[in-house]
């Protein structure tokens, strides 16, 4: 498979951005999106919109209020409140004291639940007042202010319960009660309060920093779609205008299988996952465009075993190296060539091969749109757990070799385990 020799593409997501107002991000002048399939208007419309979502970034941290959120701080705090009560009953039970479970859990039950009604209140309070954007003093100072008001509200709270808790112990006028709960419980409501703040603020910072992360990968996988649907349609509607005044009717019913392909590929997203099989099936239609302009020289085949074909890969992954093949590989030839797809399990991955006969073996391959977009398309997607490489042997076959994790999915029929023309 011979690479696409074509003009490199300027990077969609490189140049300067202006902010022009605070809801909107245009492109600097001398920016615009240029002309022909170089440059992809698309592509940095989402630039453009992952900017936004920068600039305007808010995440919804938590909904503490609710149910869910509610029921797990009441599990953690829950967690916490044993805890406390058995080493409590542990120490006196080793003092050699007569101290019932209810007596070692009556002050962790108290504190726990005090702390367990409030935290909600505290994530809110992180969620909107957070210490990780501007105006940090004052945000600072109404921490502050909060965790001095929490220790008030919890010195109230303690009074009711004083005779609770401690059921043995002589009773003390309220004002005094009151002082020793400030002053008493001051220093561990500060490490109590900082504590929750400082974890709400970790987990804040994670689910903002996972969410630009997600954000760009999405924003960068689509602006490669963008680019390689441009390159492959430009490529077919050539080969539509070389048969308009040879065969028309042929012409014209290439219109009719490009726009099937074309609307596979809009209802379809870059990030999303379709068996083998269906991305095989997408193949089939571009390669039968393309046999009406070559005829007998272009020949496909395509070798999937059963659990291969349902193992499920990116959207339109196959058809730009498969274009490739077409464009550089079967095109400049005057004899028949042949794509081969083959697809196998191996070890937890599925491993697919791309290879077709290129018109010589003294070129050394040269990394177009096609073959860089498929290799940015599986980092995006997997990471470290994909591989991507290509070769052009001595014979003058260029093969594509990608792995990736393999998942299964349904799928109503499958190809057997012999070759099968497509």
Same mark, same amino acid.
């Given at each position: 498979m011979n690479t696409c020799n074509a003009p490199a593409v300027p990077p969609v997501l490189d140049g300067p951005y202006q902010k022009r107002d605070k809801s909107s991000v245009r492109p600097a002048p001398g920016l =615009?999106? =240029? /002309? =022909?399939? *170089?440059?992809?208007?698309?592509?940095? *419309?989402?630039? +453009?919109?992952?900017?936004?979502?920068?600039?305007?970034?808010?995440?919804?941290?938590?909904?503490?209020?609710?149910? $869910?959120?509610?029921?797990?701080?009441?599990?953690?705090?829950? #967690?916490?409140?044993? %805890?406390? &009560? &058995?080493?409590?009953? +542990?120490?006196?039970?080793?003092?050699?004291?007569?101290?019932t479970w209810l007596d070692s859990f009556r002050y962790p039950a108290v504190e726990c639940l005090f702390w367990c009604l409030f935290t909600p209140v505290l994530l809110w309070l992180v969620q909107r007042f957070d210490l990780l954007s501007p105006n940090r003093t004052k945000r600072v100072l109404l921490f502050i202010s909060a965790n001095g008001a929490l220790e008030l509200v919890h010195a109230l709270y303690r009074l009711p319960l004083h005779h609770f808790v401690y059921p043995r112990m002589e009773p003390i006028p309220r004002s005094t009660l009151f002082r020793y709960y400030v002053l008493g419980n001051m220093l561990n409501d500060v490490w109590v309060f900082w504590s929750i703040v400082a974890i709400a603020h970790l987990a804040l910072y994670y689910a903002r920093a996972s969410e630009r992360e997600g954000a760009l990968a999405c924003a960068q996988m689509q602006a490669l779609k963008s680019q390689l649907q441009p390159h492959f349609f430009f490529n077919a509607l050539n080969s539509i205008s070389s048969l308009m005044r040879d065969d028309v009717e042929a012409a014209d019913d290439m219109i009719t299988r490009l726009s099937d392909l074309l609307r596979v590929s809009l209802k379809t997203d870059a990030a999303q996952e379709i068996p083998l099989l269906k991305e095989v099936e997408v193949v089939e239609t571009y390669i039968k465009i393309e046999r009406m302009r070559f005829a007998d020289r272009l020949k496909f085949s395509c070798d999937l075993t059963e659990e291969a074909a349902s193992a499920k890969l990116p959207a339109l992954i196959l058809l730009p190296l498969v274009e490739n093949a077409v464009r550089h590989g079967i095109a400049p030839r005057s004899r028949p060539g042949e794509i081969i797809i083959? &697809?196998?399990?191996?070890? $937890?991955?599925?491993? +697919? /091969?791309?290879?077709?006969? &290129?018109?010589?073996? *003294?070129?050394?391959?040269?990394? =177009?749109? #096609? +073959?860089?977009? %498929?290799? %940015?398309?599986?980092?995006?997607?997997? $990471?470290?757990?994909?591989?991507?490489?290509?070769?052009?042997?001595?014979? $003058?076959?260029?093969t594509v070799r990608i792995t990736l994790p393999f998942v299964a999915e349904k799928i109503a029929a499958v190809y057997g385990d012999s070759r099968s023309h497509c």
């Open positions: =615009g999106c =240029g /002309t =022909g399939w *170089q440059r992809s208007c698309g592509a940095e *419309q989402q630039y +453009l919109e992952y900017a936004r979502r920068v600039q305007r970034f808010r995440i919804e941290f938590s909904q503490p209020f609710k149910l $869910g959120p509610w029921a797990v701080v009441t599990f953690v705090w829950a #967690g916490i409140a044993l %805890t406390m &009560a &058995a080493q409590n009953h +542990l120490y006196e039970t080793a003092l050699r004291q007569r101290f083959t &697809a196998r399990r191996r070890n $937890g991955s599925l491993s +697919l /091969t791309i290879s077709n006969d &290129a018109p010589s073996a *003294q070129h050394r391959p040269v990394e =177009g749109i #096609g +073959l860089a977009g %498929t290799r %940015t398309r599986l980092q995006q997607h997997y $990471g470290a757990r994909s591989s991507f490489d290509y070769e052009l042997s001595p014979e $003058g076959v260029m």
